[in-house]
């Protein structure tokens, strides 16, 4: 707004500096004809319009507070493409659309998906296995009914595949990604889960006499160690004693306290020293976790 005020004391400086120019005669000179007054007066005035329209522009820029208006996106992409040396420098705003990616990238990517999705189980991509269908017990109480055979979670292997309901798979990869695959970003990535046992037709801790283990419906995998990409081994025996690996063993197992309904770890008795035990089993008091 103090701009605006300025522009009636502007130019009105501009014309007060001027010379009073002559009586117009009654045929105008033409140009190459015109008095040198005539011609710095027609100057000073051109320059006084230019410092005006400055002026306004100022003000409005104030009054407003308008944002710059950016260019199209199109426009945008136009100019990446003719300078790409310049895309290093370039804002997040100006990204190239699924469209500018060379053929053989989106190929690529069209095939991984699909590969993917094939190899998919449960309903869920990230599940990969294949079916097993019904998986009959040795003894009564033990079993599958359209069972899977697991082979990784949310990019995650398992060192060899698993037998297991849909039920068990689904919060296995739960597991894996709400949990294990955060809690070991820094120390990792982890890309791959020793299984100590998954589907055994057996009693609980294979003690004669004993109910059906979970692991003989198909409910249960047991977890013994986490490998992470540059060859580490981190084993639930040694890591959950001492040293940095104590933190994160505890972290994943309370994570596993949700998407299983029982969880037991070296705390647990002395059957869990070596291995993290999680099944999918209900309970009247709700879930285990020792």
Excluded at 52 to 79: G, K, N, Y
Excluded at 133 to 150: L, M, N, S, Y
Excluded at 156 to 164: A, D, I, K, N, Y
Excluded at 276 to 281: I, P, R, S, V, Y
């Amino acid at each position: 707004m103090k701009a605006r005020a300025l522009l009636p004391a502007t130019l009105a400086a501009v014309l007060g500096a001027l010379p009073v120019a002559a009586t117009a005669p009654e045929t105008s000179l033409r140009p190459q004809a015109r008095a040198p007054q005539s011609v710095a007066v027609t100057a000073a005035v051109q320059e006084a319009s230019v410092q005006v329209a400055a002026a306004e522009a100022a003000a409005f820029v104030v009054s407003s507070r308008a944002r710059p208006v950016s260019r199209p996106v199109s426009d945008q992409l136009v100019q990446v493409a003719a300078r790409p040396a310049d895309l290093p420098s370039l804002g997040p705003d100006v990204s190239l659309r699924p469209y500018m990616r060379p053929k053989a990238v989106e190929e690529e990517a069209f095939f991984k998906r699909r590969k993917k999705r094939k190899g998919s189980v449960c309903g869920n991509v990230e599940i990969q296995g294949q079916p097993a269908g019904d998986v009959p017990g040795k003894i009564r109480g033990c079993g599958i009914e359209d069972a899977v055979r697991v082979t990784s979670v949310s990019g995650v292997q398992l060192s060899r595949p698993s037998l297991m309901t849909c039920e068990t798979a689904r919060s296995l990869n739960t597991w894996v990604e709400r949990s294990v695959i955060p809690t070991f970003r820094r120390r990792g990535p982890v890309v791959e889960l020793k299984v100590a046992a998954h589907y055994a037709c057996r009693t609980r801790n294979n003690r004669p006499g004993a109910k059906i283990s979970e692991h003989g419906k198909g409910r249960a995998i047991d977890i013994s160690a986490f490998r992470m990409k540059d060859g580490e081994e981190i084993t639930v025996l040694e890591g959950w004693k001492r040293g940095s690996s104590r933190k994160l063993l505890r972290r994943v197992w309370k994570g596993a306290c949700g998407p299983f309904g029982t969880v037991l770890g070296p705390d647990a008795d002395r059957y869990h020293q070596d291995h993290f035990h999680f099944d999918t089993a209900k309970h009247r008091s709700g879930k285990y976790c020792r």
